[in-house]
């Protein structure tokens, strides 16, 4: 079983930036890709970015593409989320998920691991 536990979430105003981490732990972690996916009141857990396992692939949504950027740290059972000039609409609660893969995955059907979620709240 893996254990993934997300950071950094808060409250912060248009433009600002936030860094979300997410540590995973449990069996050993090998061949996961990683991804980061939100949700929105009243709205479906959507897709944000995802990173493959070596972390020499990167996918993004096409919201996001250009502000977020996907890394993986040192050791590779961490995985961050850099969000640069966040924007009202971005503030959902966000969750990472870990896929036994090597590539990148953008549906959440193939992620078998979950995190609590932490919550972004951006203000207009």
């Known amino acids: 079983q893996v254990q993934l536990v997300e950071s950094g979430g808060g409250l912060v105003q248009a433009g600002d930036s936030l860094r979300l981490s997410c540590v995973a732990s449990g069996r050993t972690f090998s061949n996961y890709a990683m991804g980061w996916f939100r949700q929105a009141p009243g709205k479906e857990r959507e897709f944000v970015a995802a990173i493959s396992w070596t972390g020499s692939s990167t996918s993004y949504a096409d919201s996001v593409k250009g502000r977020f950027t996907i890394s993986r740290g040192n050791a590779k059972n961490t995985v961050n989320l850099q969000m640069n000039s966040l924007k009202f609409e971005d503030t959902a609660v966000y969750f990472c998920?870990?896929?036994?893969?090597?590539?990148?995955?953008?549906?959440?059907?193939?992620?078998?691991?979950w995190g609590q979620g932490t919550q972004v709240t951006v203000s207009s």
């Open positions: 998920a870990a896929a036994v893969r090597f590539s990148t995955a953008t549906s959440a059907d193939t992620y078998s691991y």
